[in-house]
Nanobody
Framework: QVQLVESGGGLEQAGGSLRLSCAASGRTFSRYTMGWFRQAPGKEREFVAAISWSGGSTNYADSVKGRSTISRDNAKNTVYLQMNSLKPEDTAVYYC?????????????????WGQGTQVTVSS
């Protein structure tokens, strides 16, 4: 069992940066692929980024590629999402998720554990 708690969201101006954190409980954190998803009002939850258990493989949605970096610190049981050059369309609730799949999956159906989400609002 893994419990996930996101933090770091907030209100930021377009062009600014935010770093989201996701703290995981449980000694098996390092075994999980970790991902970030987001959900804007009235829209489906969508993939943002994912990182393998070792950190050696990453995957990004086209919408954030080049502007975002996912990383993890297994010693701290934490995964991060650094977001730069923020745009108003990045506004959403951001969720951290854990998957037993070794590859870096992009579907919500492939993730087993979810955090409660953190709100990111980008003003124009």
């Amino acid at each position: 069992q893994v419990q996930l708690v996101e933090s770091g969201g907030g209100l930021e101006q377009a062009g600014g940066s935010l770093r989201l954190s996701c703290a995981a409980s449980g000694r098996t954190f390092s075994r999980y692929t970790m991902g970030w998803f987001r959900q804007a009002p009235g829209k489906e939850r969508e993939f943002v980024a994912a990182i393998s258990w070792s950190g050696g493989s990453t995957n990004y949605a086209d919408s954030v590629k080049g502007r975002s970096t996912i990383s993890r610190d297994n010693a701290k049981n934490t995964v991060y999402l650094q977001m730069n050059s923020l745009k108003p369309e990045d506004t959403a609730v951001y969720y951290c998720a854990g998957s037993r799949i070794v590859a870096v999956p992009t579907s919500t159906l492939q993730y087993d554990y979810w955090g409660q989400g953190t709100q990111v609002t980008v003003s124009s």
